[in-house]
């Protein structure tokens, strides 16, 4: 099966650093990556949408400035959060659509990482 | 713009027994897909099951199946013999045709042994 892994599982950083998440399509190239954002208790909030090669698209009310995305290649894409202040700690998520989209055999699948647990102090 | 409802936070079940998880959405588009994600305490989300909107017959996996109403625009979860692995929270989700997911907020399920 298709798996999709972020890096690192779990990131302590102080309050005005930024740090960088990975997320991977290990066997299998993504032409779309999603990012969600979910808070204790909660469920799971899509940041942005990001796309190999042009901008991400951010969802309202998401700060593009704070969270920053690239998707440089077909199986990478990154989240970098700048400034990080004790309200961004929380848990994120990355998906990832195989290359085809819905018209390929395994096109309506999105694959999840298993999650990144960042802890701003 | 879709949304989803599930309006139960929390439910229990007999473990052997049989439970329902509810959700409904709202939506303008025709073509979509709607699927039930279980998020167990690890966190990572894992595919229930998936049912095409253009499909009238019901999606079925094993101990899983739903009741899918296009019309009410109701998408029910059946979880049949519970098993005490089955207790995770539970998301349905809505998938349009540009591929964004919109989750519900989830409906937590314990299992009593």
């Known amino acids: 099966g298709a798996v999709v892994s972020q890096h690192p599982s779990r990131v302590i950083c102080k309050s005005g650093t930024s740090v960088k998440i990975e997320c991977r399509s290990l066997?299998?190239?993504?032409?779309?990556m999603f990012w969600y954002r979910q808070f204790p208790k909660q469920s799971l909030m899509l940041m942005a949408t990001s796309n190999e090669g042009s901008k991400a698209t951010y969802e309202q009310g998401v700060e593009k400035d704070k969270f920053l995305i690239n998707h440089a290649s077909l199986t990478l894409s990154t989240l970098t959060v700048t400034s990080a202040h004790p309200e961004d700690s929380s848990f994120y998520i990355c998906?990832?659509?195989?290359?085809?989209?819905?018209?390929?055999?395994?096109?309506?699948?999105?694959?999840f990482g298993p999650g990144t647990r960042l802890t701003v102090t | 713009a879709q949304t989803v409802t599930q309006s139960q936070p929390e439910m229990s079940v007999q473990e052997a027994e049989t439970v329902t998880l509810s959700c409904t959405y709202d939506t303008s588009e025709s073509d979509y897909y709607l699927f039930w994600y279980k998020q167990p305490p690890s966190r990572q989300m894992i595919l229930v099951i998936r049912?095409?909107?253009?499909?009238?017959q019901n999606a079925t996996e094993n101990r899983f199946s739903v009741n899918f109403q296009k019309a009410a625009k109701s998408f029910s979860l059946k979880i049949s013999d519970s098993q005490l692995g089955d207790a995770a929270m539970y998301f349905c989700?809505?998938?349009?045709?540009?591929?964004?997911?919109?989750f519900g907020k989830g409906t937590r399920l314990h299992i009593l042994p």
């Open positions: 989700a809505y998938r349009s045709r540009d591929d964004k997911i919109i």
């Open positions: 049912q095409e909107a253009y499909k009238q």
């Open positions: 066997d299998f190239q993504a032409t779309t």
């Open positions: 998906s990832a659509t195989p290359l085809g989209g819905t018209s390929g055999a395994r096109g309506y699948e999105q694959y």
